[in-house]
Each structure stands twice: as structure tokens, then as C-alpha cells.
């Protein structure tokens, strides 16, 4: 399993229709017939008339166009006056504020941890931080705790490890960098996968920790404290 598959936010989509008309202008506008027409010129039948024109029955209309009984519209042009304006979300899809989340937070889970469990953290680091933690724990102890610290010794550095019966274990110390920065948002990424936990910050790869805890339906909360604002928290499956 590589942290890679879940970094990529996706390829973007091709919005015009297969053998569709494109738009005016358009470098892949294709030539009559199948362009739209003009205003005030008579259109050929299945031919898409210009606003303000008379469709011919069975014809679709142009945006903003009145269509006639029975008649399809443009596609995604609404059937409704009332409906959202051409383009745009409707209100039941706009993107919504989210609230920052308090911290300390806490997110029970309630299976545990499993392969192939991605978490995603998304927040701003406190301007004055001197550091912040995120652990994943149980009642046994805590089988991950990432600590980036912004001045130890005048020095940046990520310190990661686990507790065992209440007694910490070995620090490591061997993050390549330090992503973090004083009052800039970050987006974290854990990623669960069957013998260790792989850290990525900001789209790219940043560390590796190996399974001490190995109970891991008994890993049951995630828990972020310290010098940070939360604006978002999800947990996904990876296929």
C-alpha cells in the first residue's frame, strides 16, 4: 500500500458532451452543419437554436430560452423557472463554512484501526505554536504519537513514538523535513496499512512508523491537542 494513492485530488473531469455542439468560439466548434445558428437565421432541424430565436418542434433550446411544450432542454438547463440560473450550484450543492473544530478533540473509532485506513487532518498552525500532537490510542496505551515541535533547542524538529503500559518508548527522530510553519493551514494525511503508519504532509510523503501496538481494533481514538485550529476531519477506506 503507498501513501501515493491518496495524495492525488483527482484528474479533472471533460465537461463537453460526446458529439455535442461546443461553444462559440470554441477550438473544437464543429462546422455546419451542428453550429448553432445566428440570431434571426432559420435553423436546420436537431439544430440548437441562438436566444430570442423560434425553436422548430423537437428541437432543444438555448439557455435562457423559453422552451416550447413538451420540448427537451439544453442539457443541464433547468425545466423550471424557479430552478438555479444556468452554470451555477444549486444552493443544496454550494460549498458550506465549516466551523474550526474545538481542540483539544477527540474522534472515537468505534472498529478500531485497519488496513488500508486513511485520516485526514486539515488545520492552521497557531501563529505563536510551539508545538502540537496527534495521537492514535487505546486503553492499552498509544500506538502513534506524531510530535512536530517548533523550537526545541532553537531547532525544528518531528518526534514520533508510542506508550506502552503507561512507560513511552524509543523516540524517533529521523522526519527528511519539517512542513509545518507558524500560522500557515496544512493538510495531514495517516495512512493505515497492515504493519506500520505512513505521515504525509501537503501532498507529499513524509514518514514512516512502524507498528509497536499491534492490537489494532484496541486503537480506538484519535486525539489532536496543542497549538492548532482544526477546520476538517475525515476518515475513508481506500479500495
Not at 455535442?20 to 462546422?31: F, H, L, R, Y
Not at 424557479?82 to 452554470?87: D, L
Not at 483539544?104 to 501563529?127: A, C, D, H, R, S
Not at 505521515?199 to 514518514?207: C, M, R, S
Amino acid at each position: 500500500m503507498d501513501l501515493s494513492d491518496a495524495l492525488d485530488s483527482g484528474t479533472a473531469q471533460n465537461n463537453q458532451q460526446a458529439g455535442g455542439p461546443a461553444w462559440p468560439g470554441q477550438p473544437s466548434n464543429p462546422s455546419w452543419p451542428g453550429q448553432p445558428t445566428w440570431p434571426g437565421q432559420q435553423p436546420m432541424p436537431g439544430q440548437p437554436t441562438w436566444p430570442g430565436q423560434q425553436p422548430m418542434p423537437g428541437q432543444p433550446t438555448w439557455p435562457g430560452q423559453q422552451p416550447m411544450p413538451g420540448q427537451p432542454t439544453w442539457p443541464g438547463q433547468p425545466n423550471q423557472p424557479s430552478a438555479p440560473g444556468w452554470g451555477g450550484p444549486s444552493p443544496a450543492t454550494s460549498p458550506q463554512n465549516i466551523p474550526s473544530l474545538t481542540v483539544p478533540y477527540e474522534l472515537q473509532l468505534p472498529g478500531g484501526i485497519f488496513n488500508k485506513m486513511l485520516i485526514t487532518i486539515q488545520g492552521t498552525v497557531k501563529p505563536q505554536a510551539q508545538r502540537f500532537a496527534v495521537n492514535l490510542q487505546g486503553k492499552d496505551g498509544i500506538a502513534f504519537h506524531f510530535n512536530p515541535r517548533f523550537s526545541e533547542n532553537r531547532k525544528q524538529v518531528i518526534v514520533t513514538n508510542s506508550m506502552l503500559r503507561n512507560k513511552w518508548g524509543t523516540e524517533e527522530r529521523s522526519s527528511p523535513s519539517f512542513p509545518f510553519a507558524q500560522g500557515q493551514p496544512f493538510e495531514m494525511k495517516i495512512l493505515c496499512t497492515a504493519d506500520s503508519f505512513k505521515v504525509a504532509v501537503n501532498k507529499a510523503h513524509l514518514l514512516e512508523y512502524k507498528f509497536r501496538l499491534h492490537e489494532l481494533n484496541q486503537i480506538n481514538q484519535l486525539c489532536i491537542y496543542e497549538d492548532v485550529t482544526l477546520s476538517n476531519v475525515t476518515i475513508e477506506t481506500l479500495p
